[in-house]
């Protein structure tokens, strides 16, 4: 799967490197050494065969792009700052080719880049951290997107949220948690709607934490913006855990009332509901409806 976020973050880092092809060493009074090493200077043959390779994946002809790029690379003569150039342009092409492992291999040999511009590492982290994600290289995953964290100085809900889900990918439910949290509060401070699935992971974060106040609390949210069966059936359980019969049988006669119960067994879980609740006539109004419709099989006993 790739996901649309990925798409942006990988065509920022293709404007950067396109803009780095054409820079051109600085120099003066004025001009520092972090701004030299940003503005690192590219050879016009390097420069003219990018070029040729961005036209060729524009064309969507990937495999030239790859060729040329490839190629370029077995050249010793390339410097640090135009190797980087070349490895960036050839994550590009390769992602574009379908080949995540070896985008991954080329945007990996860009962070080895001594002096490496500051901003665009960070870029190229979270880019890893989302294809290791996307390629299944969940324990990578981590590394990239921890470190991007300890560089990033104001990370978007969105970037808490990979963290979670890369937690759930190598088995540490208990963990996603704090990241979620993390998102919604970020996303409520910066009037960014949040998603459904954010949700969804909490709860399923809470469930491992076996937090059933706070599992209610999100199915709740949820049945708010997205009401669906599911989220009624789940704030239902957690009622069970919290030991709120009144609820629970309110969650399951909503249920019912919306024509949501089918199942057999979830319509002889609502009349125990209403026996339990010393409601036998509403019990045996559902069973019997339940019966004629074919739903509940009748037994004598």
């Not at 390097?46 to 690379?73: F, R």
């Not at 699935?197 to 708010?224: C, H, P, S, T």
Request: with cysteine.
């Amino acid at each position: 799967m790739k996901y649309s976020c990925l798409i942006a973050a990988l065509a920022a880092l293709m404007l950067i490197s396109s803009a780095n092809v054409g820079a051109r060493q600085t120099s003066g009074p004025d001009s520092d050494r972090t701004q030299t090493r940003r503005a690192e200077a590219v050879s016009k043959a390097v420069h003219d065969k990018v070029l040729d390779a961005q036209e060729a994946g524009q064309a969507n002809d990937h495999a030239t792009a790859i060729s040329i790029l490839a190629s370029m690379l077995a050249e010793d003569r390339l410097s640090d700052y135009e190797r980087s150039v070349v490895n960036q342009n050839l994550g590009h092409a390769y992602y574009a080719a379908g080949d995540i492992a070896s985008a991954i291999h080329a945007f990996e040999a860009v962070l080895l880049t001594p002096d490496f511009d500051p901003r665009m590492r960070n870029t190229m982290l979270y880019t890893l951290a989302q294809l290791c994600t996307v390629n299944e290289q969940y324990g990578a995953a981590l590394g990239y997107i921890d470190s991007w964290f300890e560089l990033e100085t104001e990370p978007r809900p969105e970037a808490f949220i990979l963290h979670a889900q890369i937690l759930y990918h190598v088995g540490r439910y208990r963990d996603m948690v704090t990241p979620i949290e993390t998102a919604l509060a970020v996303a409520r401070a910066r009037d960014i709607e949040a998603k459904e699935n954010w949700y969804a992971l909490l709860a399923f974060g809470y469930f491992q934490q076996e937090n059933y106040a706070g599992i209610r609390d999100v199915n709740k949210i949820l049945l708010e913006k997205w009401p669906k069966k599911q989220y009624w059936l789940y704030l239902a359980n957690a009622y069970r855990e919290l030991q709120d019969d009144a609820k629970l049988l309110i969650a399951y006669d909503v249920l019912y009332l919306q024509g949501l119960l089918r199942s057999e067994s979830e319509l002889v879980t609502l009349a125990q509901l209403y026996l339990q609740n010393n409601l036998p006539f509403e019990a045996g109004i559902v069973l019997s409806a339940a019966i004629d419709d074919g739903q509940v099989t009748a037994t004598v006993g």
